[in-house]
Every structure is written in C-alpha cells, then in structure tokens.
C-alpha cells in the first residue's frame, strides 16, 4: 500500500542546534517533494519543493535533500529559533489531477 | 500573495443541521481542494476541483458535497452533520496542471457538531 511516514513523535531541541526532520514514502514515484509548516490552529504555508532530479535545494536556514532511492527526504533548520516551533508536513504528487499527499507531520519544539 | 479565506473560523453546529463551509480564492487559481485534518490522522482529501462546476472525490467523500459556481469560490455542503464530522475543515487552491502543485491553504474552519 502506499504511505508517507513522517516520525510522529515531537522532536524536541535547542535553540542554535539543527533540527531535522524526515519523511518516508512507500509505492510512490513522486516527481516532486515539498515541505509546509503549519502552527496551531492555522492552514499549512508551502516553504520548499524539491524535484527528483534535485539533491538538495536551500533558503535561508532551510535545507531540504531528496534520495529516490532511499525513498526518502530530510528536512533541515539551521541554527534553530524558538520561532521555528511548528508542525512540519511532508506532502508529494499523487498520480492525476494534481493532487498532493501530505504526511500527518512531525511537530518540533526549539527550546531557548 | 495568494489569500484563501474561509467563512468562518469557529462554527458550532447540531446533529442534522446542513452546513456550508466557504472557501474564496483571488489568484486565479484552477485547483482548489477541501481537507478535513484531525489528530494523529493528519490531512485527508474529501474532494477537488479543477474548473468551475467540475469536482472529484477525494479520499473521504462520504457525507461531504460540493460546488463550484465560480472560479474563485468552492463550497463544501454536510448535508446532515454528524458528530462524527466534528473536525478542523481547510480550503486549499493551487494552479493548473503544468505548475508544482503548491498549494495555499486557508486559515481553516474548526466545525464542532453536538
């Protein structure tokens, strides 16, 4: 069957260190990837899409890889802020109709 | 900037009420999508639309309807709202094919059914 899995355990670290974060997926052959924050009781906000023929791509104090191999993709935040608290979603192209699927998110806590 | 806006943020309704959540675009978007998210589940597909007056079921479709009169407008209809539906409800709209699929989301609608 086909999935995304993204660890659902909160991620908890210290401000200045680097979080990241992963998401899996099984029996899809995404074209491209991308990652949204979403913080309570708000809507996702796109941050970064990655294509499959793309290693790495960066903004700012984000770093996002993509390996089709490994079926996998590693989400990255720098120098973390307490700011950046906020649940992280992982979503890919599913076949027809652009539709994304989205992962159910793992949420991160930048402690001061 | 892309702004999706929804009619309500908070809405409390009752068990065998219709309810009509709203959903307005002003980017000119083809796309838009209605998802209902709930805890440890995450975002689920009810349905989308690609044009005006087209729509397709998404993942959970059962007791959910649309409508799409206007581009900019997609409404999602509980025809008799159930407790079960009780649920943070977000409109999205994205560009037509050829795009990324990005996609802009609303604020969301928390629908409460008692």
């Known amino acids: 069957s086909q999935k995304i899995e993204q660890n659902s355990e909160a991620l908890n670290i210290q401000e200045g260190k680097t979080a990241t974060l992963t998401c899996n997926y099984t029996?899809?052959?995404?074209?491209?990837l991308q990652w949204y924050r979403q913080d309570p009781g708000r809507g996702p906000v796109f941050l970064l899409l990655i294509r499959e023929n793309e290693k790495e791509k960066r903004k700012e104090r984000l770093k996002v890889t993509f390996d089709t191999t490994l079926k996998q993709s590693l989400f990255h935040i720098t120098a973390s802020q307490p700011a950046d608290s906020a649940t992280y979603l992982c979503a890919l192209d599913a076949t027809g109709f652009q539709k994304l699927v989205f992962g159910t998110g793992t949420r991160l806590l930048v402690s001061p | 900037d892309v702004k999706v806006t929804q009619s309500s943020r908070y809405l409390v309704k009752r068990t065998g009420e219709k309810v009509f959540l709203e959903c307005v675009q002003d980017?000119?978007?083809?796309?838009m999508f209605w998802y209902r998210q709930d805890p440890g589940l995450g975002l689920r597909l009810i349905y989308f639309s690609y044009d005006v007056k087209m729509k397709e079921k998404g993942d959970i479709p059962e007791g959910y309807s649309v409508s799409r009169e206007k581009k900019e407008r997609f409404s999602l209809i509980l025809e008799s709202a159930s407790t079960n539906q009780t649920s943070m409800y977000l409109c999205?709209?994205?560009?037509?094919?050829?795009?990324?699929?990005?996609?802009?989301f609303g604020p969301g609608t928390r629908l409460t059914v008692l």
């Open positions: 980017m000119d978007h083809e796309n």
């Open positions: 029996n899809y052959s995404p074209a491209y």
């Open positions: 999205a709209s994205s560009l037509a094919a050829g795009g990324t699929d990005t996609q802009y």
